[in-house]
């Protein structure tokens, strides 16, 4: 009879330990930026298998002298470092908009950009997940031309 309650709680042990080191399958929430984005970004990361995911951004701002969008979408492959600490990684790219409100030319612009990423994040034993990651962009066209940076705080409720 021990033996076989040392065997159940070694299964559930490593069963727990196994779940613990995978994604998991949907997060939403949060991705908190600096101004070389667009600021705040809805983010949703849904997962490809054990240890990929889509993250898809949407960030937009309206101020008073432009309007703008960006529609981020990345591949990204997640490593484990320590219990619920990973690291990532990532590249996608994406499609972002402007409207010029009081310059005279109206400066109106759609663009195309590719980007990479490179984060840490901490799964919390609650679905909570926070993480802190580093993405440059590079654009094509006058404005999301050449190479910008975006770190950013990411906050996301894991389902």
């Known amino acids: 009879m021990k033996k076989l309650f040392v065997l159940a709680v070694a299964l559930v042990g490593f069963t727990i330990t196994s779940n613990a080191q995978q994604i998991s ?5 949060l991705r908190l930026g600096d101004s070389n ?5 809805i983010s949703y990361q849904r997962a490809l298998g054990n ?13 008073n002298d432009y309007n703008a969008f960006q ?3 990345l591949h990204q492959w997640v490593y484990l470092l320590d219990g619920n600490f990973n690291w990532y990684v990532g ?8 409207d010029g409100k009081n310059d ?3 400066t109106d612009e ?5 980007a990479g990423d490179i984060g840490i994040e901490y799964a919390f034993d609650i ?24 770190i950013a705080l990411g906050v996301r409720y894991q389902f």
Request: proline share 3%; aromatic share 10%.
């Open 51 to 63: 240890d990929t995911r889509l993250e898809v951004d949407l960030g937009w701002r309206n101020g």
């Open 37 to 41: 984005g667009l600021g705040t970004e």
């Open 110 to 114: 759609t663009a195309l950009f590719v």
């Open 127 to 150: 679905p909570l997940l926070l993480s802190l990651d580093f993405r440059p962009t590079l654009g094509f066209g006058d404005f999301t031309d050449g190479l910008n940076f975006d």
């Open 25 to 29: 399958d949907n997060a939403i929430g």
């Open 104 to 106: 005279k030319k109206g």
């Open 91 to 98: 590249a996608g790219g994406g499609i972002a908009a402007f």
């Open 71 to 73: 529609l981020t979408g």
